[in-house]
């Protein structure tokens, strides 16, 4: 069974840096499609990234230019850099994987992951 665990979290004033890590493991199965999401409280979670098996990359219009998302295959990681963070993108930030294709030009939904981590807190002070 498919495990997701992230990590990097924290509190940082705005315009700091973070960078999130999610390691893969166990999966049967390559991932196809990997992604992170984040959910602020009373909100629906909302797609920031993904990357496929491909190497092509998708952001969100909210973090494009400020966040990168990064894969790295023999580490089993996935990696989301966030630059310049603003008091808006306060959420819990969560990964999310999934074994077969899913190409599009644009996040996708959050419906077509299987596997999801626990998520790990982002607070951004003004």
Excluded: H
Excluded at 12 to 23: F, K, N, P, R
Excluded at 86 to 91: I, N, R, S, V
């Amino acid at each position: 069974q498919g495990r997701l665990v992230e990590s990097g979290g924290g509190s940082v004033q705005a315009g700091g840096s973070l960078t999130l890590s999610c390691v893969a493991s166990g999966f049967t199965y390559n991932i196809k499609v990997m992604a992170w999401f984040r959910q602020a409280p009373g909100k629906e979670r909302e797609g920031v990234a993904n990357i496929d098996d491909d190497g092509n990359k998708n952001y969100a219009k909210s973090v494009k230019g400020r966040f990168t998302i990064a894969l790295d295959n023999d580490k089993n990681t996935l990696y989301l850099q966030m630059n310049n963070l603003k008091p808006e993108d306060t959420a819990t930030y969560y990964c999310a994987a999934r074994d077969r294709g899913y190409y599009v030009d644009y996040v996708p939904p959050a419906r077509i992951f299987d596997y999801w981590g626990q998520g790990t807190q982002v607070t951004v002070s003004s």
